[in-house]
């Protein structure tokens, strides 16, 4: 709709209080002006209910005040007189230090327009100018939102949301890849905090992603805002940056040159969300065509949107240079161990497992294991095989080419499982892609041993640890002692009765400070185990039979095969490089 742009003022209200101030003006109002705030943000599937902290909500038009009817939990309606520009305003609390949501303290700022920003019902489609006010002095701004005049400017509602803002004190470095300016700002680091290193690997990983999708670039700019925390890891993509948050301690210091395991999942982080860039930003599941802010918006295809973009976070870490092969395959083994070691795998497919993330992924409890699969863990392993299989047929081919074929086919646009499954038939045939559909809608385990072994890799198992013998999960900590977090499906655990809060004191009278295989030196051989447990106050004793290792889902184990057949040899070069 042509005319003049929905106007948001955001003011930093107070800072103790960490309230913002909104204001929002609509030129030309509807008589009946119905305005409402997002249930949920693209990207991260659980309703989380922003109205929840907006209050204060009022309206007028010039002096005069009026009525805002609530018709639900996130939606109002105004009744208007003439066309004179409605004005409403209301304050958000911001006390939400995630990626999803706002913040506000006297340290920092941040906020995605979700939160922030009401909907104005019929204007959608209009331009939507953001204005910042009442910054402390000597706070700076971060964001991928176009400026214009004293502030931004997004075409549409869609994209004002789709531009979360970074307020505050923070280190920021730029570099270039593949012709576009990119630009790192980093809230919370240490001191001794590298930027010079994390702006060189950045710019690597943002060069080798380019060169995957044939220099396709759909941003002018991009930029990553990363929110350094004591506890804290995760990253949710928007279509010209993204926000990160992740533990200090993983970012890289000055003077160590070593790549510890922390800085490589910041660096899988920063890759897994500058693929969405692509691949869930403009390629996305259909039923994203248009999105609806109020409601769950459903698909089954999360098992190839995140799923397929964590295969490529890491490889893609091996392609830059930035880890070894060694190293790659380490991380591969931990996410098949992660896999193996959860029985509902067995129960739910990855396309169930999709739909249902609005009330299963995001809200994770003690039977989650049992009862489901991640579609990002699962998800990469069905890429690996994929890619595997590709790469093995009568004429080779790789699951890279696949993604480019889908991007270049949909323009960068909306896929179905249909799209998927005839792209993957054209490169690797009707069967393979038959076979892609049992591994995403069935339960079965992949035959990822005999494709990794088809390609140099020895797939072997660990000894499994005591936990994994009797089927616990547990928190081990100094202050609160060995308690248990799950309790595996058809375990030895769950025979013996233990149940997820048991607090574990004690093990064929001895103390127990930690589950580990020290604790058999103190049990005879083909022993139970007769653990001493806390449960709601009071003292249980419980028998556990201890299978032996052969009988335990172990972790797995790769490594490159040394004596690997000239052809396996060559599929691994391929596949890994070196």
Known sequence: MPGPSINYRIEIADVHSHSFAVTLT?????????????????????????ARQLSGLTARQGSRE??????????????????????????????????????LDAQRGFFNGTSLCLRVHGREQQAHALELARLPLGWEVATAMPAAGKGYLA?????????????????????????????????????????????ADTQVICKTLIDFWHDAL??????????AVDEGYGGLEHRASTALIAPRRDLPRLGQPETSDGYVRLLGLISHEYFHSWNVKRLR????????????????????????????????????????RSR?????????????????????????????????????????PNSGISYYSKGALVALALDLSLREAAKPSSLDAVMCDLWRRSAGGPVAEADILAAVAERGGAALAEQLSQWVHGTQDLPLPALLEQAGVQWRHER?????RLGLRVSENALTGVRVTHVLADSAAQAAGLCAGDELLGCNGWRLRRLDDALLSLVPPQSALSFLVSRDQRLLSLAAELPAPRDCQAPVLLSLADKAPARAQGLRRAWLGG
């Not at 918006?297 to 976070?313: A, C, I, K, Q, V």
């Open 155 to 199: 075409a549409d509602y869609d994209e004002l949301v789709d531009h979360p803002f970074e307020l505050g004190n923070f280190w920021r470095g730029r570099f270039e890849a593949g012709g576009v300016e990119h630009q790192i700002v980093v809230a919370g680091a240490l001191p001794s905090f590298d930027g010079t290193r994390l702006l």
């Open 328 to 368: 790659y395959l380490k991380l591969l083994a931990a996410n098949a161990s992660s896999v193996l070691a959860t029985p509902g795998r067995l129960r739910q497919s990855l396309a169930q497992s999709s739909f249902d993330t609005w009330v299963k992924y995001y809200r994770p409890d003690e039977n989650s």
């Open 26 to 50: 609509i030129p030309n109002p509807a008589a009946e002006q119905i305005v409402s705030l997002p249930a949920w943000i693209p990207g991260s599937y659980l309703l989380r209910e922003f």
């Open 218 to 227: 759909p941003f002018s700019s991009y930029t990553f805002l990363l929110n």
């Open 66 to 103: 009026l009525t805002v009817e609530q018709l639900d939990k996130a939606t109002w309606r105004v009744a208007c007189s003439g066309r004179a520009a409605l004005c409403m305003s209301y304050r958000v609390h911001a006390f939400d230090n995630s990626v999803r949501a706002a913040f």
């Open 464 to 468: 499994p640890s005591l936990a994994q």
């Open 285 to 324: 599941p259909a039923e994203f065509s248009a999105l609806d802010y109020t409601h769950e918006n459903y698909t089954e295809l999360l098992w190839f949107f995140e799923g397929f973009t964590s295969y490529f976070d890491e490889l893609l870490l091996l392609r830059s240079g930035l880890i070894d």
